[in-house]
């Protein structure tokens, strides 16, 4: 048992140091690794797993509103980068570039992309001409550079996997329907699918997209009580298509320029899982986004009969639809569990001697090590309803820690000891202007989440500014950000 224990005590504690906690975590669960190229990641198996079942998901629900897929190239020549004087602005100081092409120096350097609207735009500008061609609903799976400072696996890497999703529209109205449709997959994605309760609003002017009219985002808490941006729809409006002469022949016979969309979900969702549900012991995986939902051990396997009731109960699992394994290594069943554990799969099945005799095996929660022992028979369809009850606990409990992190200031003085005392999300007036954004910002290192939707993102009568006291014009969430 030294052993077994030695193995969970390698993970640091949260509460001891959260930042090691995750380290130790994403290397324990070998989720990653890193490489001889600084800010750059390897995803290992157990990683590039997780993100394949995001992919699956996304990419189906992306399908169902009428989007394809396509590839686009990787380089982008700075000519056509600087056509949109805002977007350049935004990304020059991450962006990556391409001098040379073998021995030889380029008339012209080329940047990795940062994003990919040039590109989609340099596409649009060739292929639309008339009303009928639209819209075009876009949508590519690829990676990108940005020459970040700081890294921190998943979180912020220089090189990151995502999805960027690429619209052009007859209209100013269905660009924002669009951009609002897909922010709302995106909110239902998080929390159905990955079990992540987030809030839903608009980003401020300051904070939204280089080239955007608007930038919508969905902001989830992590258990530290840092916010993570974790998906964001933005409407162009028709300013890249100025930019880049993108016009159509309407059904009036008129020449127009078209309204763009643009939206994206990253890799950094599995940095916002571990964050979220991860314990003392490891990772926690919901189990719809879980590479494995099930892991069946059989105790003393060399006792006749275990190891062959123990692969019927994986196979009648898998046949059920559930992803399951069978782990007979020559471990000890100690160190089986904690390892288990530590990798986060949200259940296991134990069938011993006894349980054997019995006609049972035993259930075994990751997230609340409740066992529950059922019928062989059975095994199948509780492992089933199990992992569905374990996917909402996973949501309510993260609902309502944030729901318990969310505090209200009407004043500076009240934000800011907010700010200094107490984790998580404030909620408080703002009169609109950028002055008593970088004031905040400045003082306390908290920045503008979302101006959030319905009557949560309500201004009220005598609302003031919780920073200069003037009429406040927007409500505001608030917080310390990854």
């Not at 394809?68 to 004087?85: A, D, G, H, R, T």
């Not at 159905?192 to 300051?206: E, H, M, Q, S, Y």
């Not at 009407?410 to 984790?423: L, Q, V």
Request: glycine content about 6%; overall charge negative; some cysteine.
């Amino acid at each position: 048992m030294a052993k077994d224990k030695k193995l969970v005590e390698s993970i640091t504690p949260r509460s001891e140091d959260f930042a090691q906690w995750y380290t130790d975590v994403v290397k324990k669960a070998e989720l990653t690794g890193y490489t001889s190229a600084k800010g750059f990641i390897v995803f290992k198996p157990a990683g590039y797993a997780i993100w394949e079942n995001m992919q699956a998901e996304l990419d189906k629900r992306f399908k169902e509103t009428g989007v394809q897929n396509v590839y686009l190239p990787m380089l982008i020549p700075e000519s056509l980068l600087e056509k949109e004087k805002d977007h350049v602005e935004g990304f020059a100081p991450e962006v990556a570039w391409v001098e040379h092409g073998g021995s030889n120096k380029l008339t012209e350097r080329m940047c990795v992309r940062p994003t990919s609207e040039t590109l989609f735009c340099d596409l649009y500008q060739k292929d639309i001409h008339s009303y009928r061609d639209l819209p075009k609903i876009y949508n590519q799976w690829c990676s990108v550079v940005r020459w970040e400072k700081t890294t921190r696996p998943f979180l912020r890497t220089r090189e990151f996997l995502w999805q960027e999703g690429h619209t052009a529209h007859a209209s100013a109205e269905e660009a924002e329907t669009r951009t609002v449709r897909m922010l709302n997959l995106y909110a239902d994605f998080a929390e159905n699918f990955l079990a992540i309760p987030v809030i839903k609003g608009r980003k401020t002017d300051k904070e939204k997209f280089a080239g955007a009219e608007a930038t919508y985002t969905i902001e989830a808490l992590m258990h530290d009580g840092k916010a993570l941006q974790c998906g964001t729809s933005h409407n162009f409006g028709d300013g890249f298509a100025k930019a880049f002469g993108i016009q159509f022949t309407d059904k009036d016979n008129q020449l127009k320029y078209v309204h763009q969309t643009s939206w994206g979900m990253t890799t950094r969702m599995i940095g916002a899982i571990i964050m979220v549900h991860g314990d003392d012991d490891g990772l926690i995986l919901p189990p719809r986004v879980a590479p494995t939902q099930c892991v069946v051990v059989p105790i003393q396997q060399k006792k006749e009969g275990v190891l062959d009731e123990a692969a019927k109960v994986r196979d009648a699992l898998k046949a059920a639809g559930i992803r399951a394994i069978l782990d007979d290594s020559d471990r000890s069943p100690g160190w089986k569990f904690s390892d288990q554990e530590m990798r986060g799969f949200p259940m296991r099945i134990e069938i011993g001697p006894k349980d054997l005799a019995n006609g049972q095996c035993v259930l075994v929660r990751r997230d609340t090590r409740e066992k529950i022992t059922v019928s062989l028979d059975q095994a199948a369809e509780e492992a089933g309803k199990l992992l569905e009850t374990i996917q909402q606990d996973l949501f309510d409990r993260a609902k309502a820690h944030l729901e318990s992190h969310i505090f209200s200031a009407d004043n500076y003085e009240t934000f800011t000891d907010i700010a200094n005392n107490k984790p998580g999300f404030i909620r408080a007036p703002w009169c609109g202007d950028v002055e008593c954004e970088n004031k905040i910002k400045e003082d306390l290192a908290v920045t503008s989440r979302c101006i959030p939707f319905g009557e949560e993102g309500q201004i009220h009568e005598g609302d003031t500014c919780v920073c200069c006291g003037k009429k406040a014009t927007k409500m505001v969430y608030w917080g310390k950000a990854y």
